[in-house]
Structure formats: structure tokens, C-alpha cells
């Protein structure tokens, strides 16, 4: 994931559902500082950190190869259980990428 952070990738946390995590990871976007937090869920209570068991899902908003960026305006977090939640993203749009 911090590769993917370096490399210009940006997503969020569409779901979750594993212990240690809950409805405050899902809709934003994930941070350096957040990839922390789930080292440190890993050493403590042995989470995959690339979700691989399941213990989440990403949705990509940005990308090098994308033409265009995903704009979420509006979402609505839906909680399951403790630590089982999901997004509905109720408003988004595509916006064109300026030159840097």
C-alpha cells in the first residue's frame, strides 16, 4: 500500500469486516497514517494488511493511468455490525486532471 501510495494511487476503504476495524475506516481516503494503524491492528491482533483475508475492500479514486479522477461528493457509511461497514457513494463525478 505505501507503494501504491508513492506511486500517485489514491483510493478508499469501500468495506470492512474484520475485528479492529469499524465504520470510521470506510469513505475516506487512505493516508500513509493510516496504513500505519493497520501495522500496527497486524502486530497487535494479526490483520492482513493487504486485505487479502477479506478484512476489507479499496475502490481506486485516482491513479497515474487514469484520464480522469473520481470526485466523491456525498456518501453515506453503512453500518452492519461493530466491525462490519460499507459505503454507498450517493454522489460522485469524474473530473479531468490538470497538468502538474
Do not use: C
Amino acid at each position: 500500500m505505501r507503494q501504491l501510495l508513492a506511486l500517485g494511487f489514491r483510493f478508499i476503504f469501500s468495506s470492512v469486516a474484520a475485528y479492529g476495524l469499524n465504520s470510521k475506516w470506510v469513505g475516506h481516503i487512505i493516508t500513509e497514517n493510516d496504513i500505519e494503524r493497520l501495522v500496527k491492528l497486524k502486530e497487535k491482533i494479526g490483520l492482513n494488511v493487504a486485505g487479502e483475508g477479506g478484512e476489507f475492500e479499496s475502490f481506486v479514486i485516482d491513479a497515474p493511468m487514469y484520464k480522469k479522477k473520481i470526485d466523491i461528493h456525498e456518501f453515506e457509511v453503512i453500518e452492519l455490525d461493530e466491525y462490519t461497514a460499507k459505503v454507498a457513494i450517493t454522489d460522485a463525478v469524474l473530473v479531468d486532471k490538470t497538468e502538474e
